[in-house]
């Protein structure tokens, strides 16, 4: 039993230290073990999507704070302007509530796909950020930008090349589109849409894989 219980101990501490002195490191350090690497893989998926998971914990705190307040309202233990908003600003929040952490749900459950290797297209490394790429999205340095889902369109993929410091720079240059609520055009009565630029430095050595991703991503931006 006290055997059982300083192992348990020992897993706490563990997990623990992963968290303060970086899973990037302590990673790096045990991949010669595979039980250790397997560990250590978990935590690093765990640990992405931080502001997913920030966001999705927020949209359920509201939903809770939402049904609460409604509740106190209907059960008549709130009076005056508490109650009466408690009946519209509740509701209110707990759907709004609902909706934001559904979103950011789908987005964390979309990072932990991605880090898993789900339909990557390529996979660059840069010490402890990586660049993901696939035909509905891209996840780079942390962030995930889709244009693969409802609301979102593909519009455009070039390779660019830059001058930096007599020598030549490689970019992948990702235009997409984020559609702009429920507006439209007055005289087309056509969606407005937001454009958006992602560019993408391209590793030292990763050209021909580049190329590679802007034919299939050209291919999906031509069939959507």
Known sequence: MLLGLHRRVAVIILEQSAVDFGVGKLYSMCTSHSAASDFFQRRCVMGSGQKEGRWMFAGLGMTLIGCVWFVLSVAGVLDGLAMMFGYFLGIGLSIGG???????????????????????????????????????????????????????????????????????????????????????????????????????????????????????????????
């Open 98 to 224: 609902l909706i934001v952490a559904g979103v950011y749900f789908y987005r964390w459950q979309r990072i932990k796909k991605l880090l898993q290797g789900e339909d990557v297209l390529v996979k660059w490394a840069n010490g402890e950020s990586q660049t993901i790429i696939t035909p509905s999205c891209a996840y780079v340095e942390g962030e995930l930008y889709l244009w693969g889902t409802p609301g979102t369109r593909l519009e455009d993929v070039q390779l660019e090349r830059q001058a930096f410091l007599g020598s030549e720079r490689s970019y992948l240059q990702i235009t997409f589109g984020e559609a702009a609520s429920k507006a439209r055009d007055p005289i087309t009565g056509s969606r407005l849409w937001r454009t958006k630029k992602l560019s993408i430095r391209i590793p030292q050595g990763q050209e021909l894989a580049a190329q590679a991703v802007l034919e299939q991503l050209t291919e999906y931006c031509v069939n959507i």
